[in-house]
């Protein structure tokens, strides 16, 4: 079955450092994989997805991510974090299974210290 | 505009009652799900229809029952509530046909049984 690990569950970064939130996926097959951000009492929202193609995708808000089939990962970057980056982040795969679905990880919160 | 919507926002209520969720997206999606997230922030799909037929049904107690009135509605009817149902439900949608997985995610509604 599909799964996505993110080892971290809290991250503290100082503003204006760099990000690196990690994201380890299991599927079989070439997976479509996501990152979401969810700011307090907020919904999901979109930052970036890889289906295919160029390995590193480009999405909002100034993240990127690469996928690395050989580690199976896909993980997010920031050069320079703004304390309104501070949020819970979530990496999802998409999982055919009859009709598409996506298993999210357990999120990693992102902290943003002065 | 928004573009997923969901109501209410909050809804406390008592062991044993009964209670919806509605929600409404102007996307012109054809797919739409319901996700709980629970205390730990753990993201998990409970149920998806496509073009109003249910295509996704997670192993979730029988006391959830969703409806899909129209492609832009999925309501959700919770019978019987129980203290374990307390969560953050979330309502989701997509164009499978044309950008499978790209999930575009309401505010929320936060539950508490009491």
């Known amino acids: 079955a599909q799964s996505v690990t993110q080892p971290d569950i809290h991250i503290t970064v100082s503003e204006g450092a760099s990000l690196e939130l990690r994201c380890n996926y299991s599927?079989?097959?070439?997976?479509?994989l996501f990152w979401y951000v969810q700011s307090p009492g907020q919904g999901l929202q979109l930052l970036l997805k890889?289906?295919?193609?160029?390995?590193l995708v480009q999405g909002i808000k100034g993240f990127e991510a690469e996928f690395k089939r050989s580690q199976s990962s896909f993980n997010l970057r920031k050069p320079s974090v703004h304390w309104s980056d501070a949020a819970e982040y979530f990496c999802?795969?998409?999982?055919?299974?009859?009709?598409?679905?996506?298993?999210f990880g357990t999120g990693t919160r992102l902290l943003v210290s002065p | 505009d928004t573009a997923v919507s969901q109501t209410p926002k909050y809804l406390v209520t008592q062991m044993g009652n009964d209670k919806s969720i509605k929600c409404e997206q102007n996307?012109?999606?054809?797919?739409m799900y319901w996700y709980k997230q629970d205390s730990k922030k753990f993201l998990k799909i409970m149920f998806s229809?496509?073009?109003?037929?249910?295509?996704i049904n997670e192993t979730v107690p029988n006391r959830f029952s969703p409806k899909s009135p129209d492609k832009a509605h999925l309501n959700l009817h919770i019978n019987s509530l129980e203290l374990g149902d307390s969560a953050v439900y979330f309502c989701?949608?997509?164009?499978?046909?044309?950008?499978?997985?790209?999930?575009?995610f309401g505010p929320g509604t936060r539950l508490t049984v009491t």
């Open positions: 989701a949608s997509s164009q499978e046909s044309s950008s499978p997985y790209e999930q575009y």
């Open positions: 599927y079989g097959a070439t997976p479509y």
């Open positions: 890889y289906f295919s193609g160029d390995t």
């Open positions: 999802a795969v998409g999982a055919v299974t009859g009709f598409q679905k996506l298993v």
């Open positions: 996307l012109g999606h054809d797919t």
């Open positions: 229809y496509n073009n109003k037929e249910l295509i």
